[in-house]
């Protein structure tokens, strides 16, 4: 059994291992709209089904991808407050069948609710579709025509473009020429699907990550590129069920390999704007922090790296500290990896040092000495400066916590205590202005 190397966080109850369920789609009655002239709507789907067909047929594919399903992307749209027949177009019927993508809605200004269908209809299959519209109309005349469930609630039906894959709000849609990263949820069908895009990508010059994660009957990952240069992709992949933003890059930076992560922290390294010298600080009070860090070089001056006991070295050799830093200097990375705009960070770093270097622990009755001592150090070097403690670093329940938070009980130092095992006090004091140099 491995050792327990964070202690302080207690589950009480053992792990256990479930199958990932994807939510349900909540059943809904189909609201119905019959239109007035039924012979006239279903002719005019007919023609846009046709056109779907013959933009198929005049699709060129720029890039060959083996194992890629030849086909188009389609738009079912429906009228304002109709549920369309979402089960009549994921028909799962035969080898190879149109297969549902993904579906949202828009609210215009009156309340009413448009739904959008995307459909991947593989060459040959389109057949599907057009049947089910030609009986609708040879039936047109009956009180209820053959298919109008399904045949009632389309409004249009369209070649989709890659927008329509996007499920995220259409604000948040990348613009034209933007090279972002986009979150790219692939259909499974034979495990090949993030291979192939791979191969897209390498085929297009275009990144991707090297880790894809798994829910239910979807592959998650990431790929960098513009929506002109994505937009090939709807021509020559059948993968392709969603777009959305990136909502965690950083969980999939943790599932790179070193190399890859090495590339990511210099894009995001080549970005930042440090703060300047004057700037206000946060002094990491903790294990030292690793200042040669890419993300870090430029917060945090050699001047500024301090530790309560002058023997020790002032470098981080425990890791927490660094990463205490990492999160007081950009909160979340993910959103820093995700952005390609200029990082202009507003505050510099700090590092007072309070742990001794591995195996060494310091005695639990000279801690409240020892963060006063980090204190100090770092307010002597730099004493008009403007600064926030930042305290992550907790102690066994027999010390007396009152020793350690009396270090901070100054009235114009401004504290931020993540110690609070079982209930120690947290003291939130505001800097007045700089200390006497007395």
């Given at each position: 059994?491995?050792?327990?190397?964070k202690?302080?966080?207690?589950?009480?109850r053992?792990?256990?291992?479930?199958?990932?369920q994807p939510?349900?789609?909540?059943?809904?009655?189909?609201t119905?709209?019959?239109?007035?002239?039924?012979?006239?709507?279903?002719?005019?789907?007919?023609?846009e089904?046709?056109?779907?067909?013959?933009?198929?047929?005049?699709q060129?594919?720029?890039?060959?991808?083996?194992g890629?399903?030849?086909?188009?992307?389609?738009?079912?749209?429906?009228?304002p407050?109709?549920?369309?027949a979402?089960?009549?177009?994921?028909?799962?019927?035969g080898?190879?069948?149109?297969?549902l993508?993904?579906?949202?809605e828009?609210?215009?200004?009156?309340?009413?609710?448009?739904e959008?269908?995307?459909v991947?209809?593989?060459?040959g299959?389109?057949?599907?579709?057009?049947?089910?519209?030609?009986?609708?109309?040879?039936?047109?005349?009956?009180t209820?025509?053959?298919?109008?469930?399904?045949?009632?609630?389309i409004?249009?039906?369209?070649?989709?473009?890659?927008?329509?894959?996007?499920t995220?709000p259409?604000?948040?849609?990348?613009?034209?020429g933007?090279?972002?990263?986009?979150?790219?949820w692939?259909?499974?069908?034979d495990?090949?699907?993030?291979?192939?895009?791979q191969?897209?990508a390498a085929?297009?010059?275009?990144?991707t990550?090297?880790?894809?994660?798994g829910?239910?009957?979807?592959?998650?990952?990431?790929?960098?590129?513009t929506?002109e240069?994505?937009?090939?992709?709807i021509?020559?992949?059948?993968?392709l069920?969603?777009?959305?933003r990136p909502?965690r890059?950083?969980?999939?930076?943790?599932?790179c390999?070193?190399?890859?992560?090495?590339?990511?922290?210099a894009?995001?390294?080549?970005?930042?704007?440090p703060?300047?010298?004057?700037?206000?600080?946060?002094?990491?009070?903790d294990?030292?922090?690793?200042?040669?860090?890419?993300?870090?070089?430029?917060?945090?001056?050699?001047?500024d790296?301090?530790?309560?006991?002058a023997?020790?070295p002032?470098?981080?050799?425990?890791?927490?500290g660094?990463?205490?830093a990492?999160?007081?200097?950009y909160?979340?990375?993910g959103?820093?990896?995700?952005?390609?705009?200029?990082?202009?960070l507003?505050?510099?770093?700090?590092?007072?040092k309070?742990?001794?270097?591995?195996?060494?622990?310091n005695?639990?009755?000279?801690?409240g000495?020892?963060?006063?001592?980090?204190?100090?150090?770092?307010?002597?070097e730099a004493?008009?400066?403007?600064?926030?403690?930042?305290?992550a670093?907790?102690?066994?329940?027999?010390?007396?916590?009152?020793?350690?938070g009396?270090?901070f009980?100054?009235?114009?130092?401004?504290?931020?205590?993540?110690?609070?095992?079982?209930?120690?006090?947290?003291?939130?004091?505001?800097?007045q202005?700089?200390?006497?140099?007395r």
């Amino acid at each position: 059994m491995l050792d327990r190397d964070k202690p302080h966080l207690i589950i009480q109850r053992p792990a256990q291992s479930t199958e990932y369920q994807p939510p349900s789609r909540a059943v809904q009655p189909t609201t119905s709209v019959v239109p007035a002239d039924r012979h006239g709507h279903g002719s005019r789907l007919r023609d846009e089904l046709e056109l779907v067909e013959r933009a198929a047929d005049r699709q060129e594919r720029p890039i060959s991808i083996e194992g890629a399903v030849e086909g188009v992307y389609a738009t079912f749209e429906s009228f304002p407050g109709v549920r369309l027949a979402l089960e009549s177009l994921d028909p799962r019927q035969g080898a190879t069948h149109p297969e549902l993508m993904s579906v949202h809605e828009s609210r215009a200004a009156d309340g009413s609710t448009t739904e959008r269908a995307t459909v991947f209809i593989p060459r040959g299959t389109i057949d599907y579709f057009l049947r089910r519209v030609t009986s609708y109309l040879e039936t047109a005349d009956e009180t209820s025509p053959k298919n109008r469930k399904l045949v009632d609630s389309i409004q249009s039906v369209q070649t989709a473009t890659i927008a329509a894959l996007w499920t995220d709000p259409p604000a948040d849609f990348p613009g034209a020429g933007e090279l972002v990263w986009w979150e790219v949820w692939l259909r499974k069908r034979d495990g090949q699907e993030a291979q192939r895009l791979q191969e897209f990508a390498a085929a297009s010059d275009l990144r991707t990550g090297r880790q894809s994660l798994g829910f239910g009957d979807r592959t998650v990952t990431l790929l960098e590129a513009t929506r002109e240069q994505l937009s090939v992709a709807i021509d020559v992949l059948d993968d392709l069920a969603e777009l959305r933003r990136p909502s965690r890059p950083a969980q999939f930076l943790t599932g790179c390999d070193a190399r890859e992560q090495e590339e990511w922290v210099a894009e995001l390294a080549s970005r930042l704007n440090p703060a300047g010298a004057d700037a206000p600080a946060v002094c990491v009070v903790d294990s030292g922090v690793f200042r040669e860090h890419p993300l870090i070089e430029g917060s945090l001056s050699p001047s500024d790296c301090h530790a309560a006991d002058a023997s020790w070295p002032v470098h981080d050799d425990r890791g927490h500290g660094t990463e205490m830093a990492g999160l007081a200097l950009y909160d979340d990375l993910g959103e820093a990896l995700a952005s390609q705009q200029q990082i202009h960070l507003r505050h510099r770093l700090e590092s007072a040092k309070l742990l001794p270097p591995p195996p060494g622990e310091n005695a639990p009755d000279l801690y409240g000495a020892l963060t006063a001592a980090a204190a100090s150090t770092v307010e002597i070097e730099a004493p008009f400066r403007s600064r926030v403690f930042s305290l992550a670093v907790t102690a066994p329940t027999t010390e007396n916590p009152e020793s350690r938070g009396a270090a901070f009980g100054q009235p114009d130092r401004l504290v931020c205590d993540a110690g609070c095992s079982r209930g120690w006090p947290k003291r939130h004091h505001r800097r007045q202005g700089p200390r006497s140099s007395r």
